[in-house]
């Protein structure tokens, strides 16, 4: 499936459905979603237990928005199967990538080091609103994007109006496709 979705990105949607490698890939993607449908229902039990018995429930992404009533549950299967499957491979490749540079140079580690223990002493979890009060943690990370992209590039439709690009004429509806790594 990772291999297949920066291929099919490059075809037109219509054209999708005639691809030889299509019903595959569409396979593979309802088998995902099952594991993420059966991962979120089996915490939403674990939540309405614990608002039974009166018991404090944790701030976990999957809480919130379950909490929050903002999405039905088919949205949220969609939102945290997107992670399941992006926040694997990109976010271990931009730690190792901000490790390495890190451990090269032991100053930043240190500055970046004490800007989270005076904001998280101790053993306590960051919030976002702590990672807010953050700025050079989020300077490591988009330092780090910015070298190492975890993704080759992005796919974004104009929907809405046409784009004058210098003396280009982009048509709405029409399929931009951004290569980070040619930057």
């Not at 990109?90 to 901000?98: D, F, K, M, V, Y």
Request: one cysteine or more; aromatic letters at 10%; hydrophobic letters at 40%.
């Amino acid at each position: 499936m990772f291999r297949l979705s920066p291929i099919i990105v490059l075809f037109p949607k219509s054209t999708w459905p005639y691809l030889p490698f299509w019903k595959h890939f569409v396979a593979v993607w309802d088998h995902l979603f099952k594991v993420a449908e059966e991962q979120v229902r089996q915490k939403m039990e674990e939540i309405q237990e614990r608002v039974r018995l009166g018991q404090p429930v944790q701030g976990e992404y999957l809480t919130h928005l379950l909490v929050s009533e903002q999405m039905s549950v088919t949205e949220i299967l969609g939102s945290i199967t997107e992670l399941l499957l992006a926040g694997v491979d990109t976010t271990s490749n931009t730690i190792s990538w901000s490790l390495y540079h890190m451990a090269l140079e032991p100053e930043i580690q240190e500055k970046l080091y004490q800007e989270v223990i005076s904001v998280c002493p101790g053993d306590k979890v960051p919030t976002s609103d702590d990672i807010a009060r953050m700025p050079w943690l989020k300077t490591v990370v988009r330092e780090t994007l910015r070298m190492y992209p975890v993704v080759p590039g992005n796919a974004r439709i104009n929907v809405e109006n046409e784009i004058v690009v210098g003396d280009h004429l982009f048509p709405k509806n029409v399929t931009f496709f951004c290569c980070y790594v040619g930057l």
